[in-house]
């Protein structure tokens, strides 16, 4: 069983920066790849990165070149960081885990297995 918890959300005005942080509970953190979704109000969740357990990163087109993706193994924690923000990044910040560490299709909601609560993020024009 993994536990995520999620921080770092906030206001921010637009080009600002954010990093949002995914603390993992578990021994067996580097076992588990990690994504960051993300849901905007009266829309779906959406896939934004991830990251698998050898360190190999995907993104949405949509946050290329803008958002990274980390993580250190040994705090058990994935980062997001997000520059350049825009008013269309405000959301609520998901981060989700699977015992796998084959990522590079799993974009979808119903693949990973672990779920955090989230992070408001809320950028201003």
């Known amino acids: 069983q993994v536990q995520l918890v999620e921080s770092g959300g906030g206001l921010v005005q637009a080009g600002g920066s954010l990093r949002l942080s995914c603390a993992t509970s578990g021994r067996t953190f580097g076992s588990y790849s990690v994504a960051w979704f993300r849901q905007a109000p009266g829309k779906e969740r959406e896939f934004t990165a991830s990251?698998?357990?050898?360190?190999?990163?995907y993104y949405t087109d949509s946050v290329k070149g803008r958002f990274t993706i980390s993580r250190d193994n040994a705090k058990n924690t994935v980062y997001l960081q997000m520059n350049s923000l825009k008013p269309e990044d405000t959301a609520v910040y998901y981060c989700a885990a699977r015992r796998t560490s084959y990522v590079a299709l799993y974009r979808n909601v119903s693949n990973w297995n672990y779920w955090g609560q989230g992070t408001q993020v809320t950028v201003s024009s």
């Open positions: 990251i698998s357990v050898s360190g190999s990163t």
